[in-house]
């Protein structure tokens, strides 16, 4: 199981245990902790965020590998089983995994709040971001030119897949469908961030010019 091991090490295991310290900010005598980083700030020790970043890293890579080797196995079984059913398609396949994502994500969520059910009799030291506090915070770290790029590669992806893809196969549907997901996105984020940071950043913009 070596092989297995590492393809999954560094930078998926990085990115998730990034996305779990940063829900830990620091203070005089430990941490308070934010499920999502805009739940109820919760006060722990330096001991416990230890503690739960150990629990968090051997419960995500259980997961990760988990998963992989349960749409491996059930594909498998499936092949061996139902051989017909794999026969000029791969969508039975493609159907496989995206029903087993359906439940990692949510598992995701729930190992990513474990702190939280730890803590939770603790009283908060201060409430939830409100709806537009968290909904800023991502912005100020993403740029506008980022936010276009991602944008507009997907609108030249989808265009491309309407007027020159004869959908042949599985994959050209998932790909319309991504792309259209990814244009959506993004022109939510560009009229968030126009929205929640756009009128700041002009008046920022405004007192550095020169008069």
């Known amino acids: 199981m070596?092989?297995?091991?590492?393809?999954?090490?560094?930078?998926s295991y990085d990115y998730m245990d990034d996305?779990?310290?940063a829900q830990f900010k620091p203070v005089d005598d430990g941490f308070l902790y934010r499920r999502n980083q805009n739940g109820p700030a919760l006060k722990c020790s330096e001991s416990e965020k230890v503690q739960f970043f150990s629990d968090f890293r051997k419960?995500?890579?259980?997961?990760?590998?988990g998963t992989v080797l349960a749409i491996f196995i059930i594909?498998?079984?499936?092949?061996?089983?139902?051989?017909?059913w794999f026969e000029g398609s791969d969508w039975p396949a493609l159907l496989i995994a995206?029903?087993?994502?359906?439940?990692?994500?949510?598992?995701?969520q729930m190992i990513y709040g474990a702190?939280?059910?730890?803590?939770e009799k603790s009283i908060p030291v201060s409430p939830g971001l409100t709806k537009q506090e968290w909904q800023k915070k991502p912005f100020e770290k993403i740029g506008w030119g980022l936010l276009v790029a991602v944008t507009g590669s997907a609108a030249t992806s989808f265009g491309y897949m309407i007027t020159q893809s004869e959908f042949s196969a599985a994959v050209d549907y998932i790909w319309l469908l991504g792309s259209?997901?990814?244009?959506?996105?993004?022109?939510?984020?560009?009229w968030l961030k126009h929205?929640?940071?756009?009128?700041?950043?002009?008046?920022?913009?405004?007192?550095r010019l020169p008069c």
């Open 2 to 11: 070596g092989w297995f091991r590492h393809v999954f090490r560094s930078r």
């Open 19 to 21: 996305i779990f310290l």
């Open 59 to 65: 419960a995500s890579r259980r997961l990760i590998r």
């Open 75 to 84: 594909i498998a079984l499936a092949f061996m089983f139902a051989r017909d």
């Open 98 to 108: 995206g029903g087993i994502l359906l439940f990692y994500f949510p598992a995701t």
């Open 115 to 119: 702190p939280e059910k730890v803590l």
């Open 180 to 190: 259209g997901a990814v244009i959506l996105v993004g022109l939510r984020s560009l």
């Open 195 to 207: 929205r929640l940071l756009g009128l700041n950043a002009v008046r920022t913009v405004s007192r």
